[in-house]
């Protein structure tokens, strides 16, 4: 059927609005607290409500359907994990973001450790986020092609061009406000989506269950005790839990939305009713993917690759009006997340490198650097997004991976930090070190799937770590 004009005018008036509503919050930028945590003045609901978005980006979106297209519901068990991992943020490292008036998670390392350690985990964050964000980016093109025919790359530079105008100018507080305004539009959509599936599909829902009971989609649990399964429940209630403690607990993306809630109580509140709703959304998604399969009832190849099945859906089935609508809020989910990696960059680069060394700024010099270096990080993420159009497989499964390579060394080094007192910065950067060398044989090396590898780092860098400062403790 594909897009018309009503489509394709729902889409651009979607997309200058959002556009135009993130730039409301210019006006509010006055310093570099406002400009990366939103002046501390966020409630906690627009905060979790942020969390989920930065979670359920396009990458999540398009890929998560195509997962279970493919499979079953298995990777629901690593979700799982997603909410133990908050759980152990909230009692081991919020406690010690809150003791002090930190910007980026690097500080509580120079705090504990020192300057040395506070670069090389910035530095690894900055590294490592850019490279998967590219990915995420390149998931928008392919939304952005199917509906609007343009080529990857033109598809990746409109998107990365409206995203930058309004973080460039709002900064945090039009991220978090974005992202609200986002989840509310691409979860309505989404049940939208679903209800036109049973529609389309002869019997409904019975024929729907049916089929896919019959071709094992609708497994849940898998509790085989083989290592080498990357969704088992062990693997994913173990290995999600380590994941989530290391992305929303060390990666500066979620810590600066947690720092920008008016206090700890609230920080909490909202880490943890995030974890409820992201387990709503991806078990939402998950059976968007099982719905289409016992729709289309043909290989993923067919369209392609799996990333492409539910925007194919969208723009061939959907009725005209609500078509444009989800691709535009498909569309706007990316967008607000691409924004978030901005800002999160941006406040890492200045408040962990630039700051320390140019003290005698002032806040008006500070903040327009700021600016800049924003728009530098958004030439950055459109080059690794064009590099992205040849890397196969699924993207979620690829921008998870490159992710669980840094998440290790991270955790492990935090964890070093607040949960020992014997360890120093000498024994944590060489255990960090030989985490992060670890994590990435594990990556380039082995058929170890990536639902282990924040485990496996986090573990070698803990105790390789503390080995190491009982070694070096003149450097303590």
């Keep these: 059927m594909g897009l018309n004009q009503l489509d394709l005018v729902i889409i651009a008036v979607y997309l200058v609005g959002i556009t135009l509503f ?20 966020i409630p906690w609901w627009a905060i979790a409500l942020s969390i989920v978005a930065a979670e359920t980006s396009t990458l999540t979106i398009i890929s ?31 406690p010690h973001y809150f003791r002090g008036d930190l910007y980026t998670a690097y500080e509580l390392i120079e705090r504990r450790f020192g300057r040395k350690l506070r670069s090389l985990t910035a530095g690894l964050f900055l590294l490592t ?18 509906a609007l025919g343009t080529g990857e790359i033109t598809s990746i530079a409109i998107i990365t061009a409206l995203t930058l105008l ?31 599936i049973l529609h389309l599909v002869p019997g409904g829902w019975d024929a729907i269950h049916a089929m896919a009971e019959n071709t094992g989609h609708l497994q849940l649990f898998n509790f085989t005790p083989d290592f080498h399964v990357p969704y088992t429940f062990w693997a994913g209630l173990i290995g999600g839990a380590f994941l989530t403690t290391a992305s929303h607990g060390t990666d500066q993306l979620i810590v600066q939305r947690l720092l920008a809630a008016r206090n700890q109580k609230q920080s909490v ?19 968007v993917g099982v719905m ?12 392609g690759k799996a990333d492409r099945i539910y925007p194919t859906f969208i723009v061939s089935q959907m009725p005209h009006g609500i078509s444009g609508l989800l691709i535009a809020a498909i569309l706007a989910a990316a967008m607000s997340n691409l924004s978030a990696a901005l800002n999160s960059l941006s406040s890492s680069f200045v408040m962990d490198f630039y700051v320390r060394f140019r003290p005698n700024l ?3 010099q500070r903040l327009q650097f700021s600016r800049w270096v924003t728009f530098g990080w958004g030439l950055i993420l459109f080059g690794l997004a064009v590099l992205s159009l040849h890397k196969a497989g699924r993207v979620i499964e690829v921008g998870l991976q490159i992710a669980s390579v840094a998440y290790g060394a991270l955790l492990g080094v935090f964890l070093l930090g607040v949960l020992t007192k014997k360890a120093n910065q000498s024994g944590a950067m ?7 060398v670890a994590e990435l044989y594990l990556w380039q090396g082995t058929h170890v799937p990536w639902t282990w590898w924040v485990m496996l780092g986090t573990m070698t860098t803990f105790l390789i770590g503390y080995a190491a400062s009982r070694v070096f403790k003149e450097s303590a």
């Design 292 to 303: 289409l399969y016992a729709f289309y009832h043909v290989p993923s190849a067919s369209f």
């Design 362 to 364: 002032d806040e008006r």
């Design 129 to 146: 986020r850019a490279a998967a964000e590219g990915v995420r980016v390149y998931a928008v093109s392919i939304v952005v092609a199917i």
């Design 22 to 41: 993130g730039l409301r919050f210019r006006k509010k930028q006055r310093s570099l607290k406002d400009y990366f945590l939103a002046g501390r003045d």
């Design 64 to 94: 998560i359907p195509g997962l279970a297209y493919d499979t079953n519901l298995t990777f629901l068990q690593v979700v799982m994990g997603y909410v133990v991992g908050r759980i152990v943020i909230s009692f081991v490292l919020l």
């Design 166 to 196: 309004y973080t460039f100018e709002g900064g945090l507080a039009a991220v978090i406000w974005t992202d609200v305004v986002q989840t509310f539009i691409y979860v309505g959509g989404t049940l939208v989506g679903v209800f036109t």
């Design 269 to 287: 509140l909202a880490l943890l009713s995030s974890g409820v709703a992201i387990f709503l959304q991806f078990a939402l998604f998950l059976l």
């Design 430 to 436: 060489f255990g960090m070190l030989c985490g992060f």
